[in-house]
């Protein structure tokens, strides 16, 4: 079957790092990407990883480990505007969602 | 440039009513798609057209008639709706349908049936 899972809820102060996993279990696997969503908002495209390894965009950087189906994303030096929804979604013929991780930021 | 645009952003519409909600974009995307997303849950695919034909149906129901008059153009049809079918509609692109391509969503069209 298909399963993605993230945390539902994270939070974080402003100037610190912050970790959001995503596990998943699939039989097919054509990368995973991370999206970001404000509230009432459309999400944004973040990162798409498909090798192994960690990409870095910025403050943004993403890994993944396909042998082990999990990946995260790094979000350095936070700031009040990453307060947002983050989803992984995994690609197998179509994009598989996760439910998204609410992050919080406090000052 | 990697805009999606959708008309209109707010949408109130009573359960006989008819109404189309409009995407466009402009990147020469070959493969839109229609989303359909409640509050805190991630976006649930509703049709996928590739190339202006219809390549996947996620089994939505016939109140939902999608329409894609061309390569920049993706309309959404919606007839004697319910009101679990209020949410937020979001409309995407992608180079083609291919599973390694980005998304590019629009900022979606926020719908109350009542």
């Known amino acids: 079957g298909q399963n993605i899972d993230q945390p539902t809820e994270m939070t974080a102060t402003e100037g610190a790092i912050v970790q959001i996993n995503c596990t998943y279990q699939?039989?097919?696997?054509?990368?995973l990407f991370w999206y970001q969503q404000h509230a009432g908002e459309a999400p944004t495209f973040l990162s798409y990883?498909?090798l192994d390894g960690l990409e870095e965009k910025g403050r943004f950087s993403s890994f993944l480990s396909r042998s082990k189906g999990y990946s995260y994303l790094l979000l350095k030096e936070l700031q009040m505007k990453d307060s947002a929804s983050y989803l992984c979604?995994?690609?197998?013929?179509?994009?598989?969602w996760g439910a998204g991780t609410k992050l919080i930021i406090k000052p | 440039d990697t805009e999606v645009t959708q008309t209109p952003k707010h949408l109130v519409m009573g359960m006989t009513n008819k109404k189309s909600l409009k995407c466009e974009q402009h990147?020469?995307?070959?493969?839109m798609y229609w989303y359909k997303q409640k509050a805190k849950k991630p976006p649930e695919l509703m049709f996928v057209?590739?190339?202006?034909?219809?390549?996947i149906n996620e089994s939505v129901p016939s109140r939902f008639s999608p329409e894609c008059p061309n390569s920049s153009l993706l309309n959404l049809h919606l007839h004697a709706l319910q009101p679990e079918d209020s949410a937020l509609y979001l409309c995407?692109?992608?180079?083609?349908?291919?599973?390694?391509?980005?998304?590019?969503f629009g900022p979606g069209t926020r719908l109350l049936v009542l």
């Open positions: 995407a692109s992608s180079r083609t349908s291919g599973d390694q391509e980005t998304q590019y």
């Open positions: 990883n498909v």
């Open positions: 699939t039989s097919g696997f054509n990368g």
């Open positions: 990147m020469g995307h070959r493969a």
């Open positions: 057209y590739s190339y202006e034909k219809l390549s």
């Open positions: 979604a995994y690609s197998n013929y179509q994009l598989i």
